[in-house]
């Protein structure tokens, strides 16, 4: 399997002898449709300065001349009547010219070789030597016209400026290579930490830190991924307190059921002792039951809640519902409860909301004492609905508020454990709130009471 390393070398080196390849196209390309007609210009310019020189001042050795003239970075060629060839200069690659071109120079056209080369994708036509990649021009020697061929000697004009480019494209694609070996395994050395690092996330060790010391992408996926690893340790942390709490919350009650079985069968147990045995094994029973019921709930509440499952209800309505159902409750302890209700259409799960609600109201009237008073409101604002519930009973310590709402949380000697109360209620209500996009906050002050406040959004403001 090609590791990262290997793709990213290769990628690179390919984007760079791709790139190579088409500049040299496009510089081909730019030469043949914009440089060549500018460089036949020039040469036919040349070709045309040299014949007239000759001429002008009868040079009774025109090969002298000729010979004098390619030393100065030229080639030439000279073609007279007969046929008869002559080569000053650097032989050419290909003395080959069609007869036709031939007889239009000797006849007195200038042959523009140059202009008229055949475009090649991969040759660049500038440096092509050969024949017919040249300037024809009539010259007269010794009273008879013969083709004069002529072109840059780009070997003699370049050889070292060619040499020169070479070795510098050949070291910088060299030095380039090495520079991509290397940096990519700057590049690939935290991506490697990062790959150890979840094998042993993924092996239970959430205690990493990865010393990575980027401000680009890696270095922030660094910086996430230990984020993720202490948040992966607190949760593993959490649900171990959470499964000793469990372990411990089962085992209480089912310790007394034990003992207080095992107390019945003595023969010589009164009446009375007995009934008390039996009270209290049902008093654990039912915390047993009530214990399992609130986890199952909490398992389901671990998904998410669909908005098509929810429904258009009245808080209010609901409300009063609940406090009707608990009338027997604040009655017998002889709770003022005052409600301050306007009609507020949300959308949500009726049950689990019902849920939030009679968990609220019950956790005030079990903790306000006889003849105090519970005080229930409803608001509309910019943030949703606000639904209030006050007490005036015993209250919270303010240290013990940030962890109110934790699975088993136990605040203090005042509220002890009850049939009823598995230290999950507010848990529950926590996260019924959550899946309804809701908030949930209390403010309280020990001895003087508590108030709860969910914020759930209206009916119109789901579809904003």
């Known amino acids: ?51 007239a020189t000759f001429e002008e001042n009868e040079y009774e050795d025109p090969f002298k001349y000729l010979t004098v003239f390619a030393d100065l970075g030229y080639q030439l060629y000279l073609i007279d009547q007969q046929g008869n060839r002559a080569m000053f200069g650097d032989p050419f690659r290909n003395d080959e010219l069609a007869e036709e071109h031939i007889e ?75 520079f991509v070996l290397v940096s990519t395994s700057f590049i690939v050395r935290p991506i490697k930490r990062l790959t150890e690092a979840t094998k042993k996330i993924a092996a239970g060790n959430y205690h990493l830190k990865l010393n990575v010391n980027r401000k680009d992408e890696i270095g922030r996926l660094a910086v996430d991924f230990t984020k993720m690893g202490d948040r992966l340790n607190q949760t593993e942390e959490k649900r171990q307190a959470f499964v000793s709490n469990v372990s411990h919350e089962i085992q209480s009650p089912l310790t007394s059921i034990q003992g207080f079985s095992q107390a019945l069968r003595e023969e010589e147990l009164s009446e009375e ?34 908005v098509s499952d929810m429904v258009e209800l009245d808080v209010a309505a609901q409300l009063k519902e609940v406090v009707s159902m608990t009338e027997y409750h604040w009655r017998e302890k002889d709770i003022t409860i005052e409600m301050d209700l306007s009609p507020n259409l949300i959308l949500g799960d009726p049950g689990l909301l019902q849920q939030v609600w009679m968990n609220l109201i019950t956790n005030a009237i079990r903790y306000t004492d006889p003849g105090g008073m519970i005080v229930i409101q409803t608001a509309k604002g910019k943030e949703g609905v606000t639904i209030s519930v006050k007490d005036s009973g015993i209250g919270i310590n303010q240290e013990d508020l940030p962890q109110l ?42 001895g003087k009471g508590s108030e709860f406040q969910v914020i759930l959004r209206s009916k119109d403001m789901f579809y904003l």
């Open 104 to 178: 239009s120079v000797l006849s007195g056209e200038t042959y523009h070789g140059i202009a008229d080369y055949p475009w090649k994708v991969f040759v660049t036509g500038f440096f092509d030597n050969e024949l017919q990649n040249t300037i024809g021009e009539p010259i007269q020697v010794d009273g008879e016209t013969s083709a004069l061929f002529v072109r840059p000697n780009t070997t003699q004009q370049f050889g070292e400026m060619r040499f020169f480019l070479a070795v510098l494209l050949g070291l910088a694609l060299l030095f380039s290579f090495l």
């Open 1 to 51: 399997m090609r590791t990262l390393y290997v793709r990213i070398i290769a990628t690179t080196m390919g984007i760079m002898i791709a790139s190579a390849l088409f500049a040299f196209v496009a510089t081909n390309v730019y030469y043949h449709y914009y440089l060549k007609p500018v460089n036949d210009q020039k040469v036919t310019q040349i070709a045309k300065d040299t014949v």
């Open 405 to 446: 709402f934790e699975r088993f949380y136990k605040v203090d000697k005042a509220r002890v454990r009850t049939e009823n109360n598995t230290g999950l209620g507010l848990s529950i209500v926590k996260r019924i709130v959550d899946l309804h996009s809701g908030t949930i906050m209390v403010d309280s002050e020990l």
């Open 273 to 306: 002792d007995r009934d008390r045995y039996l009270g209290i094994i049902e008093k654990e029973s039912r915390r047993l039951s009530a214990l399992s019921k609130q986890l199952l709930t909490l398992s389901f509440l671990d998904s998410e809640l669909r």
